[in-house]
């Protein structure tokens, strides 16, 4: 009990708080048009973003909740503070002022296409004298082609510039990374909270799938604890199920509850669901009705947790309703469709029965392992160096792209750099994606090869 206390900071005979800790602040400044609201958009994942094409239009400063890498922050969106009738520098460098001043760290956002100007110098100047942390967000860099336009930021002084694209994505992972790093750790009551915490699960799939049955299979009748996610409005329910003697966290679990709602709801209903959920979570199980044709809507549910970045685990559920000649249908339908998530683990399962149900931790041990493996530089240049050499890439026109160096910059899910001295070809990034897969597993997880080529 002792020992409770102290990680909290308690001290004797404090009342316990009843409120939960505030996450640390993020806040976004920067000049009007330079992609704020839109960089926050894609901070918060909301896919339709709220972004008004017509410059310094009034917006309300809003703020939200956000995660990256199991950290809750909240991110602080100035793109509305530009609504009185001063001079834009003084208003931007206002607007600047007011959020460093609730902020424990700062995107300072420029447009890489105009470069610094003497507002953007203004604003740097008092983001120093206000000694938070800053980083420098290049903006608007959508290919490599524009990445010089962000080197050049160099001569801002705030260190080296994110060439980010807040449109496409592009270099988001990177600086929500370096962001975490710059945010304080949560405290709480004045004290530490350790890091980690349950991995947190979405179990995913159409409706009448089985999703309900398998939450409430795996959680028993009493080891259920929901919990009320604060602040949020949507599907707010998480809940913590120990499962091979560790807990886990289910996400957005109100929406499996409600089944009478799903059974009938349409695929737009569903799509949202799945949305929301991988949003919260690390792992998607996607459940898949073993004993039925794949449908529609089940690829169109596994493409969104493709291109969510988690890790994957399939579950092929009703297994009890099968028979001899499904199966080998299904086998073919497994190499047919499904072959472009073949390094997902597969687990065949009746979450009416809890048949198998034991099988679905350790695929799901595997898929976040993978999600969170990190190879070192030296290992990784060295596969490659090997795998080159055995299998160049071909020449074109007369020229060989060469990979000069490669190292992963970011896990969750794995993120490797290959740094070139021209353009791959997409069949030679996917051999390469395949070798990597080969020689360092990742069971489970997407991979992201990027390029940088430099003449
Ligand atoms: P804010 O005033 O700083 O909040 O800027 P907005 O987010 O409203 O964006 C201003 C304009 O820049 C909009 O037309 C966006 O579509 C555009 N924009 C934002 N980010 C990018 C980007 O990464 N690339 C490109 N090409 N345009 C962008
Ligand atoms: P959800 O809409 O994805 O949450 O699906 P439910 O859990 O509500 O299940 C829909 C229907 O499928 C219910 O009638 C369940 O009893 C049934 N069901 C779920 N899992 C299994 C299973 O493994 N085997 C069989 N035979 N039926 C199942």
């Given at each position: 009990?002792?020992?409770?206390?102290?990680?909290?900071?308690?001290?004797?005979?404090?009342?316990?708080?009843?409120?939960?800790?505030?996450?640390?602040?993020?806040?976004?400044?920067?000049?009007?048009?330079?992609?704020?609201?839109?960089?926050?958009?894609?901070?918060?994942?909301?896919?339709?973003?709220?972004?008004?094409?017509?410059?310094?239009?009034?917006?309300?400063?809003?703020?939200?909740?956000?995660?990256?890498?199991?950290?809750?922050?909240?991110?602080?969106?100035?793109?509305?503070?530009?609504?009185?009738?001063?001079?834009?520098?003084?208003?931007?460098?206002?607007?600047?002022?007011?959020?460093?001043?609730?902020?424990?760290?700062?995107?300072?956002?420029?447009?890489?296409?105009?470069?610094?100007?003497?507002?953007?110098?203004?604003?740097?100047?008092?983001?120093?004298?206000?000694?938070?942390?800053?980083?420098?967000?290049?903006?608007k860099v959508d290919d490599i082609?524009?990445?010089?336009?962000?080197?050049?930021?160099?001569?801002?002084?705030?260190?080296?510039?994110?060439?980010?694209?807040?449109?496409?994505?592009?270099?988001?992972?990177?600086?929500?990374?370096?962001?975490?790093?710059?945010?304080?750790?949560?405290?709480?009551?004045?004290?530490?909270?350790?890091?980690?915490?349950?991995?947190?699960?979405?179990?995913?799939?159409?409706?009448?799938?089985?999703?309900?049955?398998?939450?409430?299979?795996?959680?028993?009748?009493?080891?259920?604890?929901?919990?009320?996610?604060?602040?949020?409005?949507?599907?707010?329910?998480?809940?913590?199920?120990?499962?091979?003697?560790?807990?886990?966290?289910?996400?957005?679990?109100?929406?499996?509850?409600?089944?009478?709602?799903?059974?009938?709801?349409?695929?737009?209903?569903?799509?949202?669901?799945?949305?929301?959920?991988?949003?919260?979570?690390?792992?998607?199980?996607?459940?898949?009705?073993?004993?039925?044709?794949?449908?529609?809507?089940?690829?169109?549910?596994?493409?969104?947790?493709?291109?969510?970045?988690?890790?994957?685990?399939?579950?092929?559920?009703?297994?009890?309703?099968?028979?001899?000649?499904?199966?080998?249908?299904?086998?073919?339908?497994?190499?047919?469709?499904?072959?472009?998530?073949?390094?997902?683990?597969r687990v065949n399962l009746s979450?009416?029965?809890?048949?198998?149900?034991?099988?679905?931790?350790p695929a799901l041990d595997t898929?976040?392992?993978?999600?969170?493996?990190?190879?070192?530089?030296?290992?990784?240049?060295?596969?490659?160096?090997?795998?080159?050499?055995?299998?160049?890439?071909?020449?074109?026109?007369?020229?060989?792209?060469?990979?000069?160096?490669?190292?992963?910059?970011?896990?969750?899910?794995?993120?490797?750099?290959?740094?070139?001295?021209?353009?791959?070809?997409?069949?030679?990034?996917?051999?390469?994606?395949?070798?990597?897969?080969?020689?360092?597993?990742?069971?489970?997880?997407?991979?992201?090869?990027?390029?940088?080529?430099?003449?």
């Amino acid at each position: 009990e002792e020992d409770t206390a102290l990680l909290r900071g308690w001290e004797d005979g404090d009342p316990e708080p009843e409120e939960a800790p505030a996450p640390p602040v993020l806040a976004v400044v920067g000049r009007p048009n330079v992609g704020k609201s839109t960089l926050v958009n894609r901070i918060i994942g909301r896919r339709e973003a709220v972004v008004e094409d017509v410059p310094g239009v009034t917006r309300d400063r809003v703020s939200y909740e956000s995660e990256w890498g199991g950290k809750t922050f909240t991110v602080v969106d100035t793109g509305g503070w530009e609504h009185d009738a001063k001079g834009i520098h003084q208003r931007v460098a206002e607007q600047a002022e007011r959020a460093v001043d609730v902020a424990d760290a700062v995107l300072f956002v420029v447009d890489a296409t105009v470069g610094a100007t003497s507002t953007d110098e203004a604003v740097v100047k008092l983001l120093r004298r206000k000694g938070r942390p800053v980083l420098l967000v290049a903006n608007k860099v959508d290919d490599i082609s524009q990445e010089a336009d962000a080197a050049s930021l160099w001569g801002l002084g705030l260190g080296q510039p994110f060439p980010v694209s807040a449109v496409h994505g592009r270099g988001t992972g990177d600086l929500l990374d370096a962001a975490m790093d710059a945010l304080p750790e949560v405290t709480a009551y004045g004290g530490l909270i350790p890091r980690g915490g349950p991995r947190r699960v979405a179990l995913l799939g159409r409706p009448n799938v089985g999703k309900s049955s398998l939450l409430n299979q795996l959680a028993g009748s009493d080891r259920v604890v929901v919990d009320e996610t604060a602040g949020t409005t949507r599907d707010p329910v998480d809940e913590l199920v120990e499962l091979g003697g560790r807990m886990w966290r289910f996400v957005d679990t109100a929406g499996i509850r409600r089944r009478q709602h799903m059974a009938h709801g349409s695929d737009y209903y569903a799509s949202l669901r799945t949305q929301s959920a991988l949003d919260k979570a690390e792992v998607a199980v996607v459940l898949l009705e073993a004993s039925e044709v794949l449908s529609e809507q089940d690829v169109r549910i596994l493409q969104l947790v493709l291109d969510s970045g988690r890790a994957v685990v399939l579950a092929f559920n009703k297994w009890d309703l099968m028979d001899e000649d499904r199966r080998t249908y299904l086998e073919r339908e497994i190499d047919r469709d499904l072959a472009h998530v073949a390094w997902a683990p597969r687990v065949n399962l009746s979450a009416k029965t809890g048949w198998h149900k034991d099988r679905l931790v350790p695929a799901l041990d595997t898929a976040l392992d993978s999600w969170d493996t990190r190879i070192p530089t030296g290992k990784l240049n060295a596969f490659l160096g090997e795998l080159v050499a055995a299998h160049p890439h071909p020449v074109r026109g007369g020229k060989q792209p060469r990979i000069l160096f490669a190292t992963q910059p970011s896990t969750q899910p794995p993120r490797i750099v290959l740094f070139t001295t021209g353009f791959l070809e997409p069949g030679y990034r996917r051999f390469i994606i395949r070798r990597l897969r080969e020689t360092f597993g990742f069971e489970g997880s997407p991979i992201e090869l990027g390029m940088r080529v430099r003449e």
